[in-house]
């Protein structure tokens, strides 16, 4: 299919010309002259993201400690701070409750060696995916009675659990929880509760992940007791959270992950270079991709297959042999994980291809009986990369069909399934993805509404795929000096999108090389300049006939970097391609 081009406009948010701020940014920049000499492009890739002056560029790229939000800003922090502080200074045991995902992983680890540092051993309670499902359990409660432990923090996961904290209440036990998912109407009745999102709340960010949420309550302990710098020793955890979550990359998530990252490529925890080592990856490759497609997954395998609670032993564990263990049972279990989610993606691909008529689709829904639920989230990403719709995959589980929902940009899959409510039993989750569970008998109700909402909202939208272009350059800009100022744009995720270029009139001037899944490598040529990028054209089947040695075509791309002993290098990731 054709894709359309589009140059992006200096019209960021929402349909507000700023092209007069544009040239007051660009003005400022030229009155600073020796201090500030950055290309024109650079200046415009800024503001696209957000940076409208001087100050701005500087914590763009120099992310700081000091940059973070007072933590007490978050309501009901100081109350969760003053509560863990006198569980610290009474040596009184806990219970950390975590998700069986990575952000529950990394903010149960993150909280267990923080109240370990001060001669802690807290209690640490990771529900079974399958037997318990996600968050809050009456099991996590009553072993907490049992065990005598009078407090629990829940991270990433308690703001839809009113029921859960009202029984805990009623048995003397209280919940610290720290989420940062869409809170319902009616907030839990715990002791404290840290979301972001609650509409009683003043903190300046919306965007932390559950670790986030729980590391600004470490933050703010620290602060109490004159520890501060103390906080900032667990920002791994965050960065690696974050990353998987797919949290936004901009305002304090960009300093999180920044000094996350820098953490781990200087000095890597025992546990997350155990990892690293049975991925093969060198620590100067940490990057939001490498986590998101090669430690997040292994950390989510454990939770999806079988016990999250190894994951947790991993990344809590300074003993090498050990470590060394655990991570190769993540590697495995990954690899196992890796066979069922194609077997089930296939057949879910197969399934919605036999169902899909001539009129066009706006959504999907797919529900298999014996569908692993482990990995639907995975397939239902899947589903997503490919159809470009927002996908609900069900499977079932104790009679009960639960699923997961991921959903496109321009689609709010929270507002959609809560327009569904009175035919769930349960949901919960945000714009991009949730969970839910369904009668079996509601089912096609619900396939049936949920397509209706979903081409109500995106019948307006343009079906041809689009481009989205940051900058126009030529390969005669992309020189050392442009690499490096490049490089100190990343990290890139959502809210801090890779750049999308385009360049025009190039030759192809290698024979393309195919890899699996119509994969090309070549070399793109520049007609006028003859400065040349090695490129590489993922799932790249529409254009093979036209690609062939000589052919001349404009591009769009992407810039993967690579630190060489000379330097940093630049190959082209291609997004599309026009010939002439």
């Not at 040239?23 to 503001?47: G, Y």
């Not at 359990?137 to 049992?146: F, G, P, Y």
């Not at 950390?299 to 016990?307: E, K, Q, T």
């Not at 009175?422 to 919960?428: C, M």
């Amino acid at each position: 299919m054709n894709k359309i081009w589009k140059l992006k406009n200096h019209i960021p948010e929402n349909g507000k010309d700023h092209s007069q701020e544009y040239e007051s940014f660009l003005n400022e920049l030229k009155s600073l002259n020796a201090r500030v000499r950055l290309p024109d492009v650079f200046s415009r890739l800024l503001f696209l993201r957000g940076v409208k002056d001087y100050s701005g560029m500087v914590k763009y790229f120099k992310p700081t400690i000091q940059q973070l939000h007072d933590p007490f800003l978050m309501k009901d922090c100081d109350i969760a701070c003053n509560r863990i502080i006198n569980a610290i200074d009474s040596k009184e045991k806990i219970m950390v409750l975590g998700d069986y995902d990575v952000d529950g992983a990394c903010g149960a680890s993150m909280f267990y060696l923080f109240m370990k540092h001060f001669g802690i051993e807290s209690e640490v309670y990771i529900p079974d995916r399958i037997k318990e499902g996600y968050g809050i359990s009456i099991k996590s409660i009553d072993e907490a009675k049992e065990k005598g432990i009078k407090l629990i923090v829940a991270i990433d996961c308690g703001i839809t659990a009113a029921d859960k904290i009202k029984y805990a209440n009623e048995q003397g036990i209280q919940f610290i929880i720290c989420d940062h998912h869409q809170p319902p109407e009616s907030i839990p009745e715990a002791l404290a509760v840290l979301d972001p999102l609650r509409e009683d709340c003043n903190y300046p960010f919306d965007f932390l992940c559950g670790t986030g949420v729980a590391f600004k309550l470490i933050q703010a302990v620290c602060i109490k007791k004159g520890i501060p710098d103390f906080a900032y020793t667990f920002l791994d955890f965050v960065a690696i959270a974050t990353s998987s979550d797919i949290a936004p990359l901009f305002d304090e998530n960009r300093v999180l992950v920044s000094l996350g990252f820098k953490m781990i490529s200087e000095n890597p925890r025992t546990s997350i270079k155990a990892l690293m080592d049975v991925i093969g990856m060198d620590r100067k490759d940490i990057s939001t991709i490498s986590i998101v497609f090669s430690i997040a997954p292994r950390i989510n395998a454990v939770g999806r297959l079988g016990n999250a609670k190894r994951a947790f032993d991993l990344l809590v564990s300074e003993d090498g042999k050990v470590v060394e263990e655990l991570a190769d049972r993540l590697n495995q279990e990954n690899d196992e994980r890796r066979t069922i989610d194609k077997l089930i993606t296939d057949d879910a691909f197969k399934i919605f291809k036999d169902s899909n008529g001539s009129e066009r689709k706006y959504s999907i829904v797919l529900h298999k009986d014996d569908w692993h639920p482990g990995v639907i989230g995975i397939v239902a990403a899947r589903l997503v990369e490919k159809y470009n719709l927002p996908t609900v995959v069900l499977t079932t589980v104790n009679g009960v069909a639960k699923g997961s929902a991921r959903s496109i940009n321009e689609f709010n899959i929270y507002e959609a399934l809560k327009k569904c409510e009175d035919k769930l039993i349960q949901f919960g989750g945000h714009c991009h993805a949730a969970g839910l569970e369904i009668a079996l008998e509601n089912i096609d109700d619900f396939k049936t509404y949920f397509e209706k909402i979903a081409r109500e909202d995106l019948s307006v939208i343009n079906a041809t795929p689009e481009v989205m272009i940051d900058a126009e350059i030529t390969f005669r800009e992309i020189d050392s000096i442009f690499l490096n100022i490049y490089s100190y744009l990343e990290p890139f995720g959502p809210g801090n999108q890779v750049p999308v270029f385009r360049t025009n009139n190039l030759e192809v001037t290698t024979s393309p090389k195919v890899l699996k899944n119509n994969t090309y490598v070549f070399r793109l040529t520049e007609i006028d300049s003859r400065a040349y990028f090695d490129a590489i054209f993922p799932n790249s089947a529409s254009v093979h006939d036209e690609l062939i040695k000589g052919a001349v075509c404009d591009a769009c791309y992407t810039i993967d970097l690579f630190e060489k002993k000379n330097g940093k290098i630049a190959k082209l990731k291609i997004k599309d391609l026009k010939f002439h």
